[in-house]
Structures are given as C-alpha cells and as structure tokens.
C-alpha cells in the first residue's frame, strides 16, 4: 500500500511514518504537491540471484500488536469498573485524607505552615528547571 504525504507532516510524525514503513507501507513524500522522495521498507537480500525483486514482507505483526493492546485495555477497563467506590461527602473525604497522613507519619513538616509553603515552592521550581527551564537557556 502506497501513501502520499507532504514533507511537513513528515517531519512532524516521522516516528510513525518509520513505524508505518517498517510494518510494509510505502511512503511517497511531497513537496509543494510534487513527489520527491519514496520511503519503502529495507530488504537486506530483497534482490534474487535472477535479478527479481521479491516482495516486502513486514517487519511488524502489527494486527497482533493491535489485539493485545485491545486486550490489555479490556483488562484494565473490567479491573476499573470492578471496583464499586461509594461516594463519600468532602468533610468525610477530608477526614479519610487526615486519617492515612496520621497513618504514614504526617508529611514531615510538623504543624509549621512556612515550612509547608517552602517546600511547595521548592517543588515547583524543581519541576520548573526540570521541564521547562532548558527552553529559556
């Protein structure tokens, strides 16, 4: 099977056009509506003795893929749906939480609102440098 695609798509979904090609596809790739490249998935011995090209056979089982993904998603679908929760009010909610934070040894801040407050801010300007500070260097 053969796709036409143009040469900005390609570069904003280059991981799955090369999926696409490895699993047999064929990818034609154009600019300003004019082919300019042919993507087809690499034969090492595609070429027979007598010269003849032999037809491409995918890398991929990719309908096997596809049903055990859709198995593994039924799975966790029917584990979710088990699960029967009782809907609790936001004062027993509030409760519960205070309960398993006792339970776990409390945050380790004891009852000092600046030290929670520090270390939220700390937190946040660690996401920060990890996530978005590389974009302003």
């Not at 027979?48 to 198995?71: C, I, M, N």
């Amino acid at each position: 099977m053969t796709r036409r695609i143009s040469s900005e798509k390609a570069r904003a979904n280059w991981r799955e056009i090369l999926d696409a090609v490895a699993g047999g596809e064929t990818i034609v790739v154009e600019r300003y509506g004019q082919p300019v490249a042919t993507l087809a998935p690499y034969i090492a011995d595609a070429v027979t003795a007598s010269g003849q090209v032999r037809e491409a056979t995918p890398v991929y089982d990719t309908v096997a893929l596809a049903q055990f993904k859709a198995e593994i998603v039924a799975e966790v679908l029917a584990e979710i749906e088990a699960q029967v929760l009782e809907p609790l009010a936001w004062q027993e909610g509030v409760t519960l939480l205070q309960q398993q934070i006792a339970e776990s040894g409390g945050l380790g801040f004891g009852d000092d609102p600046e030290a929670i407050v520090a270390q939220v801010r700390r937190t946040r300007r660690e996401i920060w440098d990890e996530e978005y500070a590389h974009l302003y260097r």
